[in-house]
């Protein structure tokens, strides 16, 4: 065989080698880039799963993120309701204890009024009891001349008939009216037990006008407790910074009936003695107002 045909075959053989390794290599390249896209498809897949899970991520996080702020809100509600509930708390703590220091206070203060109570009742009952003694002696000794009542302030009234000790229309003692005064001196007024008493002079007319003009009436009663005062200071030695002398004129009548013996009644000179504690049962009656509503206070 020739050279050339030599180069010929070897050519050929060349060639069919070429072809077959391009062959493979073609396979070899079609089979990876088979496998190159399966492996990009799952990749896409991958890929878009991925994306579906981080949206649902983000969605859960907002979520977490809402739920979070939603909580961290109620929470900030709730510190905000146990501050005002703790303030709330020493509020009440201190009004307790203002309200058992006013309880203390009021207990201290009733137990301090009681004993004032009981002071004056046993006040008053003295001076009950002392004047009762002094009005059956002056009933005794007077008779119908003299009247003699106990009021609710524990102050001793002496009801003189005025006829008895002025004569109609006059302001000038009559010498009996003198004794009289004499005999009341010395069995009441300087008496020992009403040596601190003031002694109040009171006149009253009756409701007639005296000479067609009550104002005159106001002159007559006022000039009669005066005359009263002024003998009972100085001729029967009572102290003249105990007495007082006021008219009334026909405005505080006993009786208001239109008869002589309603008018004869009127006529007259009041003698008051009135106790150091004047008022004294208003005051009495005060105090257990008081004690009344500190026991309602002290039982709330």
């Not at 907002?62 to 905000?80: V, Y």
């Not at 102290?239 to 405005?251: C, H």
């Not at 009135?274 to 002290?298: C, G, H, N, R, Y």
Request: aromatic share 4%.
């Amino acid at each position: 065989m020739s050279k050339k045909g030599i180069l010929a075959v070897i050519s050929i053989g060349i060639a069919a080698v070429a072809a077959i390794v391009l062959a493979v290599l073609l396979h070899l390249v079609s089979s990876n880039f088979e496998q190159t896209q399966a492996e990009l498809a799952t990749t896409k897949a991958t890929l878009q799963e991925t994306e579906t899970a981080k949206t649902d991520l983000e969605k859960k996080l907002a979520e977490t993120q809402a739920t979070l702020e939603a909580t961290r809100s109620k929470l900030s509600q709730t510190q905000e309701i146990l501050q005002n509930a703790s303030e709330a708390a020493r509020k009440i703590a201190a009004e307790r204890n203002a309200l058992q220091q006013d309880k203390s206070a009021l207990e201290s203060e009733k137990e301090s009024l009681r004993a004032k109570l009981t002071e004056i009742e046993s006040e008053l009952q003295r001076i009950r009891e002392q004047s009762q003694r002094s009005i059956a002696a002056i009933q005794d000794r007077f008779k119908d001349t003299v009247g003699a009542v106990l009021d609710d302030a524990g102050r001793l009234k002496l009801d003189v008939k005025g006829k008895i000790l002025f004569e109609t229309g006059s302001a000038i003692l009559s010498t009996e009216g003198k004794s009289l005064l004499n005999a009341i001196a010395e069995e009441v007024l300087l008496n020992a037990d009403y040596s601190a008493y003031a002694i109040r002079i009171e006149g009253h007319t009756d409701n007639t006008p005296i000479g067609g003009s009550a104002l005159r009436n106001w002159n007559l009663s006022t000039e009669r407790a005066i005359a009263a005062v002024k003998y009972l200071q100085e001729h029967a030695n009572v102290s003249a910074e105990r007495l007082a002398a006021t008219g009334y004129a026909f405005y505080q009548p006993i009786d208001t009936a239109e008869t002589p013996a309603a008018k004869a009644k009127n006529r007259r000179i009041e003698i008051i003695l009135v106790p150091p504690q004047d008022f004294l049962s208003e005051l009495l009656t005060s105090l257990q107002k008081v004690m009344a509503s500190i026991e309602v206070k002290a039982s709330q």
